[in-house]
């Protein structure tokens, strides 16, 4: 497993019933199309937030009950109807996938989570209103919970992103720790101590919100405990190449996703 763009979304997975696929099948179409937008290919930052303003106009005349005639907003269109969604979440997606053309950097922690708060937070939000589980309680550990996946992603990926010309780690915890942004191309004493800070932030993250796995029943409470145990075991896999995410970005191997299982199967309300 890489914690990886919107790869866990649960589109194919044999735990979502089957009632279900459908319509996360178009919630991930939208989501995944609008991010290639502006991630992939070879277009200008006016190209991609022009496209992204299409994608805005869209969702407004789905609003107003008259969804464009491509097909992907037909099914969005159905599937919001269907299960009685909310478009804010839909709205907060293409916020920042905008701010992804335009943002490379990010000076504070805070900052960082504003991001993953429109990045990352509504796809739990939408999968809890699929479930008819969108309580104040749930929605606040699902926020925890992807947003901890959305920061996992970014320490996987710093060699990656550099490439990119991105920086997610915030600037304040590279001055803090002595690290130059010019500097993100090798596991030095210092960057191992900024990363070590990182992966325990995120790990406390994760375990708050994982109380949600353990309350939810059936089968979307074993893929999100799935989720979970994943996630962390990501952080154990950083860790265990010694923060080095430059020569080898940590992913889970068969044996690992047998210990992911395991794991989950054996979360409990009072021990995660």
């Excluded at 299409?54 to 005639?69: F, K, N, R, S, T």
């Excluded at 900024?194 to 790990?203: A, I, P």
């Amino acid at each position: 497993m890489a914690v990886d763009h919107y790869e866990n979304f649960p589109v194919a997975s044999l735990l979502l019933p089957r009632r279900l696929v459908p319509a996360v099948q178009a919630i991930y179409a939208f989501a995944r199309s609008a991010d290639d937008i502006a991630d992939e290919g070879p277009a200008t930052p006016a190209e991609r937030i022009a496209a992204l303003k299409d994608y805005e106009a869209a969702l407004v005349h789905i609003e107003l009950g008259q969804p464009p005639a491509d097909p992907l907003f037909q099914n969005l269109a159905a599937t919001i109807a269907a299960h009685d969604l909310p478009y804010r979440p839909f709205h907060d997606l293409l916020s920042a996938f905008r701010q992804d053309v335009t943002v490379s950097r990010y000076q504070t922690y805070e900052e960082l989570l504003d991001y993953c708060r429109r990045s990352a937070n509504p796809v739990g939000l939408l999968m809890l209103h699929l479930y008819g589980a969108a309580t104040e309680e749930n929605v606040r550990d699902s926020d925890a919970i992807c947003t901890a996946l959305q920061l996992i992603n970014f320490w996987q990926d710093v060699a990656i992103d550099r490439q990119k010309e991105r920086i997610y780690v915030p600037l304040e915890d590279l001055a803090r720790f002595a690290v130059s942004p010019a500097h993100l191309h090798e596991p030095h004493g210092k960057w191992r101590t900024l990363m070590r800070f990182e992966v325990e932030r995120t790990r406390a993250l994760m375990l708050s919100g994982a109380p949600l796995a353990t309350r939810l029943p059936g089968r979307i409470g074993l893929e999100l405990r799935m989720i979970v145990q994943g996630g962390l075991r990501i952080l154990e896999a950083i860790e265990e190449v010694d923060y080095d995410v430059f020569r080898r970005r940590p992913t889970l191997r068969r044996a690992d996703w047998l210990k992911v299982f395991w794991r989950a199967l054996r979360m409990r309300r009072a021990s995660l």
